[in-house]
């Protein structure tokens, strides 16, 4: 799906438009002038169409004239999982976007689970604890397996998947 931007002058004299990729904005952005005649220089970028993820993205990174080719570029290129990486560690833990290292922030983990206590249950089947005889797995407090869980984990929900992430 192609990706819609609106370039809204900051001048209320001056009209917007809008562009889908940044030879678009490049070539539109110097014909922009004001009802004085003069060049409009500074611009807000509105996400106006595209995937929920992209937009989410956009939020994420806090989309401006700054770095608007590179989340064209960016859009294209990464792949959807790098995008949720990339809004987490931005938009969530607090890392700053450098749009010249669009980094994998590995020390993110990262489950696609529903809740605390679905993680709760995949860590009993994935052995976390330990081995637990089958006879004594009906004991387990899943619960409170998750209330622990959540001290370090944290829930998000990203282009309407429900996702738990930890920082590490």
């Not at 999982?81 to 990262?110: M, Q, R, T």
Request: charged share 30%.
């Amino acid at each position: 799906m192609t990706i819609t931007l609106h370039a809204q002058p900051y001048d209320l004299s001056a009209n917007g438009f809008y562009f889908s990729s940044a030879e678009e904005y490049a070539d539109k952005v110097r014909n922009v002038k004001n009802a004085y005649g003069d060049v409009v220089e500074e611009f807000e970028i509105q996400f106006i169409d595209g995937e929920e993820l992209d937009c989410t993205f956009a939020k994420a990174i806090g989309i401006s004239q700054a770095n608007v080719a590179r989340f064209l570029e960016l859009v294209e290129d990464l792949e959807d999982w790098k995008k949720i990486n990339l809004i987490i560690a931005v938009g969530e833990i607090g890392y700053d976007f450098d749009p010249c290292n669009e980094s994998d922030h590995d020390d993110i983990e990262l489950y696609r689970v529903d809740n605390m206590r679905e993680l709760a249950e995949q860590f009993v089947e994935e052995g976390l604890f330990g081995d637990i005889p089958e006879r004594l797995q009906f004991y387990i407090d899943y619960d409170a397996i998750a209330r622990d869980l959540a001290f370090d984990y944290s829930e998000i929900e990203i282009a309407g998947e429900r996702l738990i992430y930890r920082a590490c």
